[in-house]
């Protein structure tokens, strides 16, 4: 908790904004559900004019080279070194960058991946195809090349940082992991294969009071807010899922039923999230996606801080306007360092997929640096490390190939 009584009420306030309210469909006709909502009402849906200008007039910066030989030089991928994954440092936090939001942390004996996402292709199959993004950075590694694995964090359920195929072959791989989810997402996962027993599915602020043996250890794992949202296909953001057919999933909400023809109508959510957790030696902070909101953070700091080392979301961010609610950029990145009180953070979500962001590519850890020196820290404090990389927190390593490369000039 807050220690101040100006900060202790302004936790209570964020305590007043749980995830859920209560949602009366079309006045009971549908019956009592929740329905999930942004509870910060600064985040919008962008309109669509907004959306169409963004694809054809506002200028793409990011001028990511065509060529693999070019990427290779300024944004290496290096091989995974097995023999690191496979023993971590017992004494330090062990972090590999796979891609994008996808990490894979080591520390106090147990190893936890993030948003697990490994395929070329993020986004909806089918029809939908064109509607998700493609990598211009594979992923460093597949997971049968993780040797080990104890628990998965998911941070919500958008295509770049949920991967069906991952859950299922993770699944099948390490069938004890356990698996920690937001609101509502256990039926999706357990439906891709993930082991019922072994999912832990939590609202914000939950998981505090309740420890985890893992290995023979305790932890925490607390589910904690950040300002986002939730999407996987056209109807179900934040989240009204309207399905029609038989009931395949277990505890799915049945609303709506014409006898004759079976017809159902369920009521799902989810919920979008960031992760806490407490070892017996060490803490982490996993962002997953998020917007600014510096009272939030602070409160995260306040209460779980300071942490070891936070993995927070540094790039996709342009043209502001339109993605400032939902991404932060690389000078809120460091605002959400300091406001959590993390004595390490790695950057993350930049440089792997082709997105409709419009920054150069390489902007986001360049412009950390920068943001970090003009506060007067560290620089080291707040890393980016390479593709397959794996980095003790704290070490010294390489600076890396990206972060002396400045945009093309314009003509
Ligand atoms: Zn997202």
Known sequence: MAASSNGAKESDELDGLRSQKEWNGIGGFLGKGKYVCCPWKKFDRPHLLDLAKWKLVIPNNSNIPDKQEELDKVLPILDIDDSKLFSPPSDKIQVTWIGHATVLVQFDDISILCDPVFR????????????GFWRY??????????????????????????????????????????????????????????????????????????????????????CTPTQHWCQRKPLDMNKVILAFGCPRHRGHRKLFRISHLTLYLYLLQALWCSWVVKGPTKSYYFAGDTGYHKRLFETIGNRYGPFDLAVLPIGCYEPRHILQYQHVDPIEAVSIHEDIKAKCSLGMHWGTFKTMACEFFLEPPQKVEEEMIKRGHNPLQFMCICHGETWCVGDTRKRSPYMDVKPPTKA
Do not use: Q
């Not at 070329?120 to 509607?131: F, M, N, T, V, W």
């Open 120 to 131: 070329e292709y993020c986004g909806p199959d089918g029809i939908l195809k064109s509607a």
């Open 137 to 222: 950075r594979r992923a460093a590694c597949r997971i049968m090349d993780i040797p080990k694995l104890d628990a998965v964090l998911i941070s919500h359920n958008h295509y770049d940082h949920l991967e069906n195929v991952a859950v299922t072959e993770i699944a099948e791989r390490f069938p004890h992991v356990m698996w920690f989810v937001s609101c509502d997402m256990k039926d999706w996962m357990v439906n891709k294969g993930a082991n019922p027993d072994n999912i832990k599915e939590l609202d914000w602020w939950e998981g505090e009071n309740e420890s985890v043996k893992l290995n023979g250890r305790d932890f925490k794992f607390i």
